[in-house]
Structures are given as C-alpha cells and as structure tokens.
C-alpha cells in the first residue's frame, strides 16, 4: 500500500517537531497513573503497602502537600528547561547557523527530559485528584501513587542537572562542529561500505532512458528507497534519480529517467512518485552533502564581522578536507538493491566531487579572500585532499581548476609581502605533490604578483 505524500509529509514533520517525544511521554504516565489507581486498593498491593509502610504517606493533608509542590516544582523546571531550548536556538541561529536548528529541535535527549517533565506533572496531578473522602469520614489516600510521584520528582531533578549541562554544551561550536562532522562521515562510510559489499563494474547507458516528470514542486530531499524498489522489482522496473538531493524541482521537470517506458500507465507513475520526499528542513541522515553544507556555514558565519572567529573557521576547513578525501571514494552514480537481486534497480545521481568543492568553498572563498590567515588554510586544506586525490584524475583537475579561483582572488586582496610569502611556501608544497600543475600554479601567482 502507497501512502499518500501528504500523509507521509505531516507524519514527518511530526517526528521531526520538538513536542513528539514529550507527547509520546506524556501520554505513557497518564496510562501508568490510570494503572496504579487500578491496582492501588487490591489486596495483593495493600498487603505490600503494609511491608514498606514506612515511606509511605498516611494523611490526606501530607499527600496533598507533596503532590502540589511536586506539580508547581516540575512546572517551574519545565517553564525554564523550554525557555533554554529557545535561547539554544535563538543563539544557534544568530551564531552558527539556521540549517543546524533542525537537528538541534530533534535531539532526543532534550525531548526526552522534557517529556519526563511534562509526564510527572500529568502523574502527580492525576494522584491530587484521587485523594477523596469516603463514607464514614475516612480519607482514601493513593499512597503508593504519591510515592511514585515523589520519585518521579526527584528523578527530574537530576534530568534537571543532566538538562543544564547538555543545553550548555550544544551551543558551543566545537560541539557542534564534532557533532556534524561525525555524523557526516557515519553517512559517507555507510555509502562506501554498500557500494563495496555491492560493487558494480559497469553503469547502464541512461541517455535511452525514458524520462518522468515532477508531479510537485520543491526541494527533493530522499527517497523510500526500500519500498520503491519493491515497487520497482514488482513491475520490473530500473529508475535513475537525474538531479542530486536539496534540489529544487518545478513540476514538469524530468527528474527521473525509466528503462521502459511507462508514460501510459499513470497509476504506476504516481506510486513511483508517491515514494519521493520533497520538504524544506536538511537532516544529515537524509544525505551527508547536508552535514558538508552545515559546517561550511559555520564556518563562514565565524568570519562575519559580527562574530571575527577565524578559529573556528580554519577548523571546519580542515573537517570539510577530512570529509572530501573520504567522498573520494563514492562513486558520482550511487545505486540500491533489492535484497533478493543481482542488479541495481535504483540509480541515484551524487553530488560530484567539483560540485562539492563549489558548493562548500565558493561561499568562504568570497567572505575570507582578504583573510591570508584563512586562505593559507584553505590551500592547506587542498593540499592535504590533493595528496590523496593525485592519482586520480579527474579529481585533481578539480582541485587545481579551484586552486586557479583561489590564487586569482588572493592575487586581488592579498598584499602584504609577508603573507603573500606564506602562500608562495604552501602553493611551492603543493607544487611538491603534483609538479606539473603545481608549477603552472605558482607560476601564475607569481605572474599576478608581478603585474
């Protein structure tokens, strides 16, 4: 069965919103209070109760002073701890960032301990509300319903400690940084690791291919990858993805190519589209050009005025070299089987290794080209992936075709002799690595020098 695309997209954006795991908490202690009160007066609990008496309440007026500080403590704990995340984000947003903000609502850490906080409120207040006089006189107190609520409480004031120390390690941009940069490459090894448990010598020739239009507009962002191969498998069918993730389409564009051609059979067409994931938000776990994106902002937001961090930036320079000398290895047509085939059923276009470098470095190029400190890093940076990526050759044309970029707008904004000296000794290292264009490269630094 095809779930709707709007469907899938409101239950994504669901899972995806800071209050679902609170939500699902929530709903989990107000089950487990509807339980205890079940089970509070049977025999079997009044015979436990009498053995841990002691660390139980025996007054109506004690367990209603517990369970209403507990209720307006956690309150107080939860107005602050949401107060935080927004400051979080506020500040991730102005300092960082806004492509981080969606990775930090989705930390389940947070959500949890906030969902822990809304669940205990709900428990202690659903207990308030069974503390009721009988006939007689007497008093029926949920005494082992209070006790849980007094433990709850006390386990949110730890949550509360644990809260304050993770919030104030999520914005700093070290963190941060480490957090992109391991998740990216998790993401660049998960594709290698398939591409060579599935190796695949040769790709089809998909220029006959029979291509198949957008029905939406928007930024595509995945694909169900596992249920459209069924669907492909069922009617024995390959798909190559033509346009590489974050994407804008229109509807009408051919972002989609099929062995046979299946422009009479609508029904199919839209099942196969239904399987595609159009939306706004960049999760790395979607695709890891998103995590390359993220750290090449922070970076470039750290040389902004505002902030004058160039520390920073020359880190995320060096975690985006990491990064590309590990895409090396990824070849620029990725595929998917299914687990009972041979042979690929789906093709996927990545984001080639120039593209990458433009897309990251074109942005900090044009913001940092009068920063030596920071331009010296960068060709740092391409030296290091240069000296992995020599031997293959299309990726050091790319290389050097940017280091001609590079040279050119340090030519224009660089002038002091001491810094343009610093640059001639890292584009002479660089020279080491590959002789003949490195060369050629310095050479033109040289020429631009002396004009």
């Known amino acids: 069965m095809i779930v709707p695309r709007k469907v899938a997209n409101s239950y994504r954006e669901m899972v995806n919103s800071i209050g679902f795991y609170p939500s699902l908490l929530s709903l989990a202690f107000l089950t487990f209070a509807v339980i205890t009160m079940s ?6 609990i009044e015979n436990i109760k009498s ?9 109506a007026e004690n367990a209603r002073t517990i369970l209403s500080t507990l209720v307006g403590s956690i309150i107080s704990l939860t107005v602050f701890s949401f107060s935080m995340v ?10 960082l960032s806004p492509r981080v903000v969606p990775g930090l609502i989705t930390r389940k ?14 428990y202690s207040v659903i207990m308030l509300i069974n503390i009721n006089k009988l006939e007689g006189g007497a008093t029926a107190i949920p005494s082992l319903g209070v006790l849980f609520a007094l433990m709850f409480g006390l386990v949110s004031l730890g949550l509360f400690v644990f809260f304050i120390h993770s919030i104030s390690r999520a914005i700093q941009v070290d963190n941060v940084l480490n957090g992109l940069f391991r998740q990216t490459k998790s993401e660049i090894n998960a594709i290698i690791k398939r591409q060579q448990e599935n190796p695949l010598r040769t790709l089809p020739d998909f220029s006959d291919w029979y291509g198949i239009n957008s029905d939406t507009e928007g930024y595509y962002k995945g694909v169900h990858s596992e249920k ?43 099942e196969i589209l239904s399987c595609f994931i159009f939306y706004i938000e960049e999760y790395i776990s979607d695709h890891y050009r998103y995590g ?27 975690m985006l070299s990491i990064l590309l000398i590990a895409r090396l290895s990824i070849r620029d047509i990725n595929y998917t089987f299914k687990k009972s085939k041979d042979t690929p059923l789906l093709y996927i276009h990545e984001t080639s290794f120039e593209e990458l470098l433009h897309d990251n470095f074109t942005p900090l190029r044009n913001y940092a080209k009068g920063d030596a400190y920071v331009m010296t890093n960068v060709l740092e940076a391409f030296k290091n992936i240069l000296f992995v990526a020599n031997n293959n050759e299309d990726a050091r044309d790319s290389l050097f075709k940017y280091l001609n970029a ?28 590959s002789e003949k264009h490195g060369e050629r490269l310095l050479a033109r630094f040289q020429r631009q020098q002396a004009d």
Not at 86 to 95: D, G, P
Not at 111 to 119: A, P, T, W
Not at 293 to 302: F, H, L
């Open 39 to 44: 089970i509070e007066y049977t025999p079997l």
């Open 51 to 59: 053995f841990i008496s002691v660390v139980l309440v025996d007054s």
């Open 86 to 95: 927004m400051v979080v984000l506020n500040s991730a947003s102005a300092s």
């Open 109 to 122: 850490s947070h959500q949890l301990v906030l969902g822990y906080y809304l669940g205990s409120i709900i």
């Open 228 to 270: 459209l191969c069924a669907l492909l498998a069922e009617h024995k069918l390959e798909l190559y993805i033509t346009v590489k993730q974050g994407y804008f389409t229109v509807k009408g564009y051919p972002f989609l190519k099929c062995n046979r051609d299946i422009s009479q059979h609508e029904q199919l067409i839209s």
């Open 292 to 318: 390359l994106t993220q750290i090449s902002e922070i970076a470039v937001k750290a040389m902004s005025p505002g902030i004058n961090d160039p520390g920073t930036a020359v880190k995320a320079i060096d």
């Open 406 to 433: 590079i040279v050119d707008d340090i030519n224009e904004n660089v002038t002091n002799e001491y810094d343009r000296h610093e640059i001639t000794n890292m584009l002479k290292a660089i020279a080491r690595i």
